[in-house]
């Protein structure tokens, strides 16, 4: 997310023969405005229902949480997002993750056949549910939620991560911006090399990044997770009028779509009680 408008630019000189198409700051013009490469042969890679979540959090009080999440899906769209602080219902002590620092950017088709084929050849539909420390709240954990020809499934990393997972994330790391990485203690192994060149920088702004997600809620209809991290940012940014439009449309949708909770569908339930103590 960078600049203003509707500006796109296909980079002409990646690490590899991969390349990607950068958005400014709508989401809405990269998907209506971008071209798509041709064909490259019979393949089911990567499958309609490809989506990748990953998401790092610091472990620790609520308060002080900081969070970091990449997601992708069969579309190429990818975006990379941090909290430094969450927004917090005091009396339950329900955190959100803020994301004001974030980009987009959607890889070419060969680049997300690529991510997709190297998740599965590296062993993550093979990934134990949970490793490491589980019930320990103040350690940092990874989350995964992964999903190709079949369900997504969700896989967990507390503490520590060895083995698959380690292989898994070098994987991931790979297709971040340049110097942003998941990571836990006791990774090993090489990293795999970086399949993207100018991948855009995260840029900070919350009022930036509001903006953003409101053009992404407009092209996908309201989905409660998006729904949340708009909320977040609109109660971030001081705007009461805007955060109780979202929470309205927030709650319309988890009645649709018979409840969630943020990020992974785990955790204490949402109730719209608890976001309307986090309203400025």
């Keep these: ?13 990646p690490k590899t023969h991969f390349c ?10 990269l998907l209506t405005g971008c071209g798509s490469t041709a064909p490259q042969g019979e393949t089911v890679w990567p499958p309609q229902d490809f989506v990748l979540e990953v998401e790092w959090s610091s472990g620790g009080p609520p308060a002080q949480a900081q969070t970091k999440r990449f997601t992708v899906d069969a579309s190429g769209v990818c975006v990379y997002s ?12 329900a955190a959100l993750p803020v994301f004001e620092t974030m980009c987009a950017y959607r890889m070419r088709l060969e680049c997300t056949r690529l991510l997709a084929r190297k998740l599965h050849l590296r062993g993550i539909a093979t990934l134990e549910p949970q490793q490491g420390a589980v019930d320990d709240v103040d350690a940092p954990a990874i989350r995964l939620r992964h999903g190709a020809f079949g369900p997504p499934r969700i896989y967990t990393a ?28 006791g990774m ?7 399949h993207l ?8 702004g919350a009022g930036a990044a509001l903006a953003w997600h409101e053009e992404r809620l407009a092209l996908v209809g309201d989905r409660t997770g998006p729904l949340l991290e708009a909320f977040a940012l609109a109660c971030r940014v ?37 976001l309307r103590r986090m309203l400025p």
């Design 20 to 29: 990607l198409e950068l958005v400014g700051i709508g989401l809405l013009a």
């Design 158 to 185: 507390v503490g520590q991560a060895h083995g698959t997972f380690v292989r898994v994330l070098h994987v991931v790391n790979s297709f971040l911006p340049s110097s942003e990485s998941f990571w836990l203690p």
């Design 197 to 204: 060149a100018d991948v855009p920088a995260p840029l900070a």
């Design 1 to 13: 997310m960078s600049g203003h408008g509707s500006n796109r630019r296909t980079l002409a000189t």
């Design 82 to 93: 941090k909290s430094a602080s969450p927004v917090i219902d005091p009396v339950s002590r």
């Design 188 to 194: 090993a192994g090489d990293s795999e090399p970086e």
């Design 238 to 274: 001081g705007d009461r009028a805007r955060s109780e439009q979202l929470l309205s449309r927030w709650e319309a949708s988890v009645y649709v779509a018979a409840s969630q909770t943020a990020p992974f569908g785990d955790g204490p339930r949402l109730q719209p009680e608890m």
